[in-house]
């Protein structure tokens, strides 16, 4: 089963310097590296989804500061050109804030180390609440490129998959933008996982018809209260699941748990550009929206399974974090 290596995702050389980025915005039809040779190249990667997923956002904005003492520019202004390059991911934050102390190529490194290494983790915990023959629904990516390595929700179902539970996979698309149908199904693919693109909007039929048992996704923030907030289209499926008896698991790290935001009302939400959606019509845009902590069934980390309530479940996990 192929793997995608941390460093193919994301990289920091010292000969340069330069972080190098694998161009999200090119897969599935294209590999190409994307070289970034100052902090504001690094926001701009991430501004414009070169870069994406939460925890993937958190180590590019990492090497985006190790980058900036190599090179012995401001580091101040670094931090503020990366942190206001996307909005809902808190794992952009916390990460500037672990550097804050320490901007050099190593602390950066182990903190890809130990993201992809709390991922291998709570796979395995996700990999639990699947039953043998599991056909399972994700939506977005939540695999390896997401988050620098094996993947939160896309790394349950490979854990899934090797442990001979997981049947097959439906991938939502994920409108506008496509992450589903272009890096999920992608990263299946390569790890030989049975799987099929479907419209966003077949989703509520498919359900209907019995074809899908759970549903995993990743998470941009979660709030103390357990209120998620993921790719836009979460909400509709978590809907849709609590209406079909269906559960929903959120898998992410502790790095996702915001404690200080007390519910999803307080999550800012990035609108982007209407011409991603129309360039002739006015258009809306939202990239996220917010999935009320009553319709997900649990939510994994590194440290386990978390049930509600989620003010008391994940408030050790994210002082932790």
């Not at 500061?65 to 916390?94: I, K, M, Q």
């Not at 990999?127 to 390896?144: D, K, Q, S, V, Y």
């Not at 698991?249 to 404690?259: G, H, M, R």
């Not at 386990?304 to 932790?320: D, K, N, Q």
Request: hydrophobic share 45%; glycine share 8%.
């Amino acid at each position: 089963m192929q793997e995608l290596e941390p460093e193919r995702i994301a990289r920091l050389e010292e000969d340069g310097p330069r972080v190098v980025l694998l161009d999200q915005r090119l897969l599935p039809y294209e590999e190409v590296d994307l070289v970034c040779t100052t902090a504001a190249e690094v926001a701009d990667a991430i501004r414009t989804l070169a870069v994406r997923g939460a925890p993937a956002i958190g180590v590019a904005a990492a090497y985006g500061l190790a980058l900036t003492a190599l090179r012995g520019d401001d580091l101040a202004e670094a931090e503020r050109e990366l942190a206001s390059s996307r909005p809902t991911a808190v794992n952009l934050f916390w990460a500037l804030e672990q550097m804050r102390a320490d901007p050099t190529p190593e602390r950066a490194r182990a903190l890809h180390r130990e993201e992809v290494e709390r991922c291998h983790r709570m796979s395995a915990h996700a990999a639990e609440l699947f039953e043998p023959g599991t056909r399972a629904l994700t939506h977005c990516n939540a695999g390896g490129l997401a988050t620098g390595g094996y993947g939160s929700a896309v790394g349950a179902l490979r854990t899934a998959w090797e442990r001979g539970l997981l049947a097959s996979v439906l991938v939502d698309e994920t409108r506008p933008l496509l992450q589903g149908a272009r890096l999920t199904a992608w990263e299946l693919e390569h790890a030989g996982i049975p799987h099929a693109v479907i419209a966003d909007s077949a989703a509520a039929s498919l359900m209907a018809r019995g074809e899908v048992d759970l549903i995993v996704a990743g998470a941009d923030r979660i709030a103390a209260n357990g209120d998620t907030a993921n790719k836009i289209g979460t909400y509709s499926l978590a809907v849709l699941a609590a209406h079909h008896g269906i559960p929903l698991y959120i898998v992410a790290p502790s790095s996702t748990i915001d404690l200080a935001t007390a519910s999803g009302d307080d999550i800012p939400i990035e609108e982007r550009d209407g011409s991603e959606i129309s360039t002739r019509f006015t258009a809306r845009n939202p990239a996220f929206d917010v999935t009320p902590a009553a319709l997900i069934a649990a939510i994994v980390t590194e440290d386990g399974v978390h049930r509600p309530p989620y003010a008391e479940s994940l408030a050790p996990v994210g002082a932790a974090a």
